[in-house]
């Protein structure tokens, strides 16, 4: 699912990391699925919209995103080093500057010391303003791929999504508790309503489910919630 990079959600979020001047920022979560690639792109988004020169890290190795377009660049376009960081990611439809995933092994092991991953994020912002990392989720760590918490201890800070009503609070714990493990800077959460029942709909579901109530009058109840201007704002 693409967000928006518009969305009132987006910019509070870029708001509040302008404020810390934060320039490397790692995106997690418990799980897969909870809508990390969809925020890291919602994110660089909008650090380019704000003219920052934004690189984004796939180090999803669960679940990765962007494809290179170096292999679609003509010769004599070669030598620019902007065209390195070309990416698409297929599923979103979406162009942006970005590393893909990493396939050397060798490299993978490399960068699974977190003094070698600090070194490499410094060589990018070198190029850039600012890193923005998808990771893979704090859950499943393996050999194959580069940890979410090592990533996290090597950035500024630190971004936990998680997908309102189905990441169970033991995994909210044991994600906080490993993060904070690693001595990663977390700066906030961001509860994913992506699978949430709007409130105004689960009050409509109860009226339907008064069978006391006449048929007219639940129509007129679900009509008022409906278009209740103070229930669409509520989350």
């Given at each position: 699912m693409k967000i928006p990079s518009y969305q009132m959600e987006i910019e509070d979020i870029f708001l509040f990391l302008e404020q810390q001047n934060y320039h490397s920022i790692c995106i997690t979560s418990s799980n897969p699925k909870e809508g990390v690639t969809s925020l890291a792109q919602a994110i660089t988004e909008r650090h380019l919209l704000a003219g920052y020169r934004t690189l984004l890290v796939d180090l999803n190795f669960q679940n990765p995103s962007l494809i290179p377009l170096t292999q679609f660049i003509k010769k004599p376009y070669s030598n620019n080093q902007t065209n390195d960081y070309l990416t698409y990611d297929p599923h979103n439809k979406v162009g942006l500057l970005g590393t893909s995933i990493i396939k050397n092994k060798a490299h993978i092991i490399a960068l699974r010391q977190p003094q070698n991953l600090k070194k490499t994020i410094a060589t990018w912002l070198l190029e850039f303003d600012k890193i923005i990392i998808d990771t893979s989720p704090l859950s499943q760590s393996a050999l194959q791929n580069i940890p979410a918490h090592t990533v996290a201890s090597c950035c500024d800070g630190t971004i936990?999504?998680?997908?309102s009503g189905q990441t169970r609070q033991n995994e909210i714990k044991e994600a906080l508790d490993k993060l904070a493990a690693h001595n990663a800077n977390l700066v906030g959460l961001v509860f994913n309503d992506q699978f949430q029942p709007h409130i105004k709909n689960e009050i409509?579901?109860?009226?339907?489910?008064?069978?006391f109530l006449p048929d007219k009058i639940s129509i007129k109840l679900i009509k008022f919630i409906k278009n209740n201007r103070f229930l669409s704002i509520l989350v």
């Open positions: 936990l999504i998680i997908l409509c579901r109860e009226i339907k489910r008064c069978t």
